[in-house]
């Protein structure tokens, strides 16, 4: 059984198209990633599968109920959270209220949860009165992903989650990802850092101009040399 599967969609923005017939899986324990040039698609997969753009042709199933064009808040509701790359916390409020803000459909006392955040993120929890948005880009991150663990979700989509950051926060932030998917959560993560990211995948696509380019391991897509000469640098 599958945690998601993405067939064959075609949709975007309005009337264009940014998608065209897109595939995606991602089974059970699995950290799965999309990569390909600026322009391809990337993002937009991300905001199909959590209902935020219109989808005009295929299927989305998660968890093998079919979630095509559910709202967010329910297929949050199913088990599902999203961490977009840009405005993903509260900035006026406090580490610990934007935490108590991802517990909203938790009922009883958050702080057990909140505590298995800090774990994850000892460096906010020593700032969890200080505003959001006074952090630094690497704490604002693990904020905003704390903040959807909150939910116990199944399913984390990532958007870009080392973007702008410092590469000692992109090395902490992969690794907590990489602790976050032992724990049982699978993981759909669009990230510019390729070849960081295909070295802990379990799988990888590849995306070009809206379309499926290449599928296959980490390891094997690493190992590829067309995948790394076009996409991974050489």
Same mark, same amino acid.
């Given at each position: ?91 006026? #409020?406090?580490?610990? +209220?934007?935490?108590?803000?991802? @517990?909203? %459909? ?5 702080? $057990?949860? *909140?505590? /298995? ?38 399913? #984390?989509?990532?958007? +870009?989650?080392?973007?702008?950051? @410092?590469? %000692? ?5 992969? $690794?907590? *990802?990489? /602790? ?55």
């Amino acid at each position: 059984m599958s945690l998601l599967t993405v067939q064959d969609i075609t949709g975007g923005y309005g009337a264009a198209d940014i998608l065209h017939g897109v595939s995606i899986t991602v089974n059970p324990g699995e950290i799965v990633s999309i990569i390909g040039p600026n322009g391809a698609g990337k993002s937009t997969v991300m905001k199909a599968v959590f209902g935020l753009i219109r989808i005009r042709k295929g299927r989305i199933f998660f968890q093998e109920t079919e979630i095509t064009g559910m709202r967010p808040d329910l297929i949050v509701r199913r088990g599902m959270c999203y961490v977009p790359q840009e405005y993903n916390i509260f900035p006026s #409020l406090t580490v610990q +209220e934007n935490l108590e803000m991802g @517990a909203f %459909l938790r009922k009883g006392d958050p702080a $057990k949860e *909140i505590a /298995k955040v800090y774990d994850l993120f000892p460096p906010i929890k020593d700032r969890r009165k200080q505003a959001a948005g006074t952090l630094s880009g690497g704490l604002r991150q693990m904020v905003a992903i704390g903040r959807a663990l909150m939910l116990r979700p199944s399913l #984390l989509l990532l958007d +870009e989650p080392s973007a702008g950051l @410092a590469p %000692l926060f992109i090395d902490h932030i992969f $690794k907590q *990802i990489q /602790k976050i998917n032992r724990l049982g959560v699978g993981i759909l993560m669009v990230e510019q850092n390729a070849r960081q990211a295909l070295r802990f995948s379990h799988r990888g696509y590849i995306l070009v101009m809206g379309t499926n380019r290449y599928e296959d391991t980490g390891e094997n897509l690493l190992g590829n040399r067309e995948v790394a000469e076009m996409f991974l640098g050489g």
